[in-house]
């Protein structure tokens, strides 16, 4: 990824960030964390990662809700870019952070193990 990708990808992490938590009243989005963007070279998609407070059933929820408001979002992200494009958003989970509490776990669990041996 180019450094300029980088830097868009970023900046709309950012925005799209503050836009569901000032602009979003789906309550389907509630508790929901942009964690980090991809972008396609050429500008014109963007998928945005995300994580939910809550279980399955609130994760797809949020999920449907971004979807839904994907055009809105990405008109209001078109207002703060200076670039030919707005990319297409998509909106996915975030499983890494769901992977590296999972891990944490195991290790706890093989250090009181270890420990009471």
Do not use: C, W
């Amino acid at each position: 990824m180019s450094e300029r990708t980088q830097k868009v990808a970023e900046n709309i992490r950012e925005k799209v960030s503050e836009i569901i938590q000032r602009e979003i009243k789906d309550p389907r989005v509630g508790f929901v964390t942009v964690t980090g963007a991809e972008v396609t070279p050429d500008l014109r998609e963007a998928k945005i990662f995300v994580t939910v407070l809550g279980d399955v059933k609130r994760r797809r929820e949020a999920i449907e809700g971004l979807t839904s408001a994907a055009g809105f979002i990405r008109g209001e992200l078109g207002k703060h870019m200076r670039t030919k494009y707005t990319p297409h958003l998509t909106f996915l989970y975030d499983e890494s952070v769901d992977k590296g509490m999972r891990i944490e776990r195991l290790i706890s669990k093989v250090s009181k193990k270890e420990a009471a041996e």
